[in-house]
């Protein structure tokens, strides 16, 4: 990994810069596998749920498609160009936390950012990034509720 600094200087764009130069496609740890394609662009690889008395954590994984891609994804890596994606704008993420009767009890969404802060459609092929929910559960009644994530 190289440090794209002077001596004596910082720069304040070290991380973008390693981000388009070095981008991340090694999977981080989670605790669940997944394998659920969203617009055949995008994966959501595994999450990690964290449950408190106040809330629930969700830490998601997404990778942008790559193998689905074959020769096109050395392509798209050394000319920076995204060709055979389908995202042709930025989305969201979101999580929803569903009641028994199917009620929306809780949710939340974001933008879907890279380490870098690139929006979706610019991920290159491969790419993987995270993103954490957490869910306000104070108040909810006790039951059993479904979780679910998506684009």
Known sequence: ???????????????EIEQQLHPLHALPPFATPASAMY??????????????P?????????????AELGALA??????????GLQLGAP?????HLVAAD???AAGNDA????PAGAAMDKWLPGEVAQQRFELDVRG????????????
């Open 91 to 95: 989305y969201h993420l979101f999580v």
């Open 102 to 104: 199917g009620q929306l």
């Open 111 to 114: 933008l879907a950012l890279n």
């Open 54 to 66: 106040a809330s629930l954590q969700l830490d998601t994984t997404w990778q942008a498609a790559d």
């Open 1 to 15: 990994m190289f440090a794209y600094e002077e001596p004596g200087s910082v720069n304040p764009h070290r991380r």
């Open 140 to 151: 909810l009644p006790p039951g059993r509720y479904r979780l679910g994530t998506g684009v």
């Open 39 to 52: 617009a055949g662009s995008v994966a959501l690889r595994g999450y990690t749920l964290l449950q408190t």
């Open 74 to 83: 050395f392509v798209n890596r050394a000319l920076d160009t995204r060709w």
